[in-house]
């Protein structure tokens, strides 16, 4: 039986069905979901899982990870699969790789995240690179089926041939959807028989590569997914073409590798801090000690608080500033039209007025 807090928080314990070895360091998890969490668990394409498990020390891990599937329609039973690359040191991807098994049990919170695509007619496109294909998979997969109006361009980088995930599915849709799907593979440690030449995807190739592939401005929605240097590259390349903000939308994947910029420094902070928060309509109030984010403020009493990443990437502990005011260290998941309504990642956020207000649930 799943404990109270569990539930709260939107965690199930779902059975495995399926891992499938996609790489020689990447598998694809499927979970069953019974019918009573159908509802639960349908899901937009593009939004992800939080995936948790207990350690050896007895210490809680969650890890995020994109559902892959396409989004099913509704009355049909939806379908949870994720991709899983393995990272160095790593402790859910190297159990996921090396124990994981059908039948195993999982505590899966439901399914959250606004980088998605509603399908609606119209032309669109999506840069991504490794593990980065797997919510845009979603999107695609999804838009082409139930939008006989839609296009899709799909350009991806990946270390080789042999490294790249989910290659069956996105040759699949090429198949199906001949006139209506464009694909361009860029590989930056390996050179192709054909296609474009190997090397990375930096702003000045992508601003190159764009404009010869596609009418870049007249492109409804632009994805962008994966490791931080190739994203903010591609969002750089998009805005010097003159693509307006509001149709570039991003999800960051491994922040950690150098590429991103280092926290910003704290300002003057208050001595004294107090914290007030409403989390699934209950309201607390507790003191904010010296150092901590204000998600760690409330984990300590609340524990149905919701995270996954704490690196400011998937977006989970989304709260909007009702009073007072925060500082974030970082951001790599929230949209400039949400920090401008007033929205702040809890797990990179510290007190920069004595008082400060929060809601979960807005």
Known sequence: MESSAAARAGFHQLQ???????TDDSVAVTFAVPPELHESYRHLPGQHLALRRTGEQGEEIRRTYSICAPAAPAGEAPVLRVGIRLVDGGSFSTYALKELAVGDLVEVMEPMGRFSLTPRPGHFAAVVGGSGITPVLSMAATLLAREPEARFCLIRSDRTAASTMFLDEVADLKDRYPDRFQLVTVLSREEQQAGLPSGRLDRERLTGLLTALLPVDTIDGWFLCGPFGLVQGAEQALRGLGVDRGRIHQEIFHVDD???????????????????ATLHGRSGSWPVERGETLLETVLRARADAPYACKGGVCGTCRAFVVGGEVRM?????????????GYVLACQSHPATPDVELDFDR
């Open 258 to 276: 150098g590429s991103a910029p280092a926290p910003a420094p704290a300002a003057d902070a208050p001595a004294h801090a107090t914290l007030t």
């Open 16 to 22: 495995v069905s399926e891992v499938d070895r996609l």
């Open 329 to 341: 260290d970082r951001n790599f998941a929230l949209e400039p039209e949400e920090t401008e309504a």
